[in-house]
């Protein structure tokens, strides 16, 4: 099963996804993610994906596009299938994509502007094993600390409020066509966030609902 998660920043795709890939025994392939870790490395690469992160615009194609292809060309992640989270954000990757896989079905999350704003301001990542907690919504069992591996968790630079409301403005102009692109094409699981305070695992069980009915494999 080849899934893709998508939402605006902010609408859970990254919590959503982790919980998925358990339940479904998939691997989840986050572009967010690996451009977190590629610019932890001293490289020309790093510096340039730096700074398109930092002022919370998108990654040229050519870059994101040949970073994915090597993943989900890996041999575990084709016999197993994944969920992609984050990707693809541009009409240009939703066709690329076309030619280099099939996809199974798209989920959509639906989240208000007002919604998005307060989970990324109060959103904290572990700076170790990625995990998405919030200071008020998601909270870790101790203050700063991840209940996973015990890393610090961190505000991501692109959450503060200046690069959110350029983040989903670009999230408007540039992401939304991937939906018109798919639609029609393949199975949409759409899925709306009632309130800020709903649990992840009330939206995952929602997308598993959701999935089922399709009968994918
Ligand atoms: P995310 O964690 O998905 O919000 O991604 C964080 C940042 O990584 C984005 O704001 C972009 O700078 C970059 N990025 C992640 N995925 C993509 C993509 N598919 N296309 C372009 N840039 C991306």
Redesign the pocket.
């Known amino acids: 099963m080849n899934l893709i998660i998508f939402g605006p920043?902010?609408s859970g795709?990254?919590t959503y996804a982790s919980r998925l890939k358990s339940i479904l025994g998939i691997k989840e392939v986050?572009?967010?993610?690996?451009?977190?870790d590629i610019v932890q490395q001293d490289s020309p690469l790093a510096d340039k994906?730096r700074n398109?992160?930092?002022?919370?615009?998108?990654?040229?194609?050519e870059?994101?596009i040949e970073l994915?292809r090597s993943i989900i060309e890996k041999p575990e992640v084709k016999a197993k299938g994944f969920i992609l989270?984050?990707?693809?954000?541009?009409l240009a990757?939703a066709e690329a994509l076309d030619k280099i896989t099939k996809i199974s079905a798209i989920i959509v999350l639906k989240v208000s502007e007002e919604i998005i704003i307060e989970r990324l301001s109060t959103r904290r990542i572990c700076k170790k094993c990625e995990t998405i907690y919030n200071v008020k919504y998601l909270k870790p069992k101790a203050e700063g600390v991840c209940d996973k591996c015990g890393g610090e968790l961190y505000q991501?630079e692109?959450d503060k409020p200046e690069?959110i409301k350029k983040?989903l403005a670009?999230y408007d102009s540039q992401s939304k066509p991937v939906l018109e692109h798919y639609r029609g094409k393949i199975p949409f699981v759409e899925i709306t966030t009632p309130s800020i305070d709903t649990h992840p695992e009330e939206m995952v069980e929602k997308i598993l609902d959701g999935l089922q009915k399709l009968n994918l494999n």
């Open positions: 920043p902010g795709k990254g986050s572009t967010g993610d690996l451009f977190r994906v398109y992160m930092k002022r919370g615009e998108l990654v040229p194609d870059i994101v994915l989270d984050g990707f693809p954000r541009t990757q991501r692109d690069t983040r670009i």
